[in-house]
């Protein structure tokens, strides 16, 4: 059998979930067969850490010159703009969201066959749809520029899968929690913002409510998810690009009190900003019964594993004098 010379390519491969994805990526297939991309220049470590390309996505033409060149068989697209960030550029947040899925998805059908993922999110969600086990098929009704653009994002992929017959695949992500890389703008961030002001100083200002709670995931159960998705059989698959991930929900108060089990003097005040009427309009906890059944989703970590594992990793880093943010 000959052997197989297609590569991967991760836009948005810089951020929170882009960059430890691209690790894990190329941990599995080999570093020269992952292809990082992103519009902002690599730090000497990661650029040097396998091949990696200054790529605006927006740009369909550049997007088609690297996965021709390369080879690529497999897009994973991550380059976003985030919800917080968002609602301060909506313009911005509309033509990266949506003009760069529709240059990945153009891309995807023109150099066939390239497989493509797409991670939605549940800011797909709003005032009228459930707030308590959301469902997967359900209202969608976002309040942000971002939720737009998702819901937007969704149908476009459903789109090019019905008729194309492209392989598009994604999940709607809850706030995900990370000790390596730290979040780009999202309205969740205060829950990996949390951690590293526990560790550095014992104290923190959160800026949405003591009792507001969202659906969370831990960034391992994150690129599980992201993984096993992905090397799901797709005659199983009856959704596109919008399962429902989760693995626990959690309030703002609750998980300062978890630190404190840890750290007993943790001290933590809260300030909402506009970023609470954001996160008034998310589900408090989402049904993800469609990725359970169709793909065999399965989270590792609940609340009291996710904290223990982020409280070891800062506080190690805190020795190393690496605590950066």
């Known amino acids: 059998m000959a052997k197989d010379t297609k590569t991967i390519l991760v836009t948005g491969a810089i951020g929170q979930i882009g960059s430890e994805l691209t690790a894990l990526l190329r941990t599995r297939h080999g570093a020269d067969k992952v292809i990082a991309s992103d519009i902002a220049a690599p730090s000497p470590a990661f650029g040097e850490a396998g091949p990696f390309e200054r790529l605006d996505v927006t740009d369909r033409e550049a997007l088609k010159t690297v996965v021709r060149k390369h080879r690529v068989g497999t897009i994973y697209h991550l380059a976003a703009v985030l919800s917080a960030v968002g609602e301060k550029h909506p313009d911005k947040a509309w033509h990266v969201n949506m003009d760069g899925s529709h240059a990945v998805l153009e891309v995807a059908r023109e150099e066939r066959p390239v497989r493509v993922f797409v991670p939605s999110s549940i800011a797909v969600f709003g005032p009228a749809t459930p707030r308590r086990r959301t469902p997967q098929d359900t209202t969608l009704d976002p309040r942000t520029m971002y ?154 970590y609940d609340l009291a594993a996710m904290t223990a594992d982020m409280l070891r990793a800062l506080r190690k880093r805190k020795d190393e004098g690496r605590l950066e943010g």
């Not at 899968?161 to 890389?181: N, Y």
């Not at 969370?216 to 096993?228: Q, R």
């Not at 009427?277 to 019964?289: C, K, R």
Request: one cysteine or more; glycine letters at 8%; hydrophobic letters at 35%.
């Open 147 to 300: 939720g737009v653009t998702k819901v937007a994002g969704e149908y476009l992929c459903d789109y090019y899968a019905r008729k194309f017959g492209l392989d598009i695949r994604g999940c709607r992500f809850p706030g995900i929690i990370s000790h390596e890389t730290l979040p780009g703008g999202g309205t969740t961030d205060y829950a990996v913002a949390i951690f590293y002001d526990a560790v550095r100083s014992g104290q923190y200002t959160c800026f949405l409510k003591e009792e507001t709670r969202l659906p969370m995931m831990y960034m391992p159960d994150c690129l599980k998810s992201i993984v096993d998705l992905m090397d799901a059989d797709s005659g199983r698959l009856k959704h596109h690009s919008n399962f429902n991930v989760t693995a626990m929900s959690f309030s703002a108060g609750e998980l300062a009190a978890e630190i404190r089990k840890h750290i007993p003097g943790f001290v933590c005040a809260y300030k909402p900003d506009f970023r609470q009427a954001i996160a008034d309009s998310w589900p408090e906890s989402l049904d993800d019964s469609a990725a359970r059944d169709e793909w065999g989703w399965a989270p590792s």
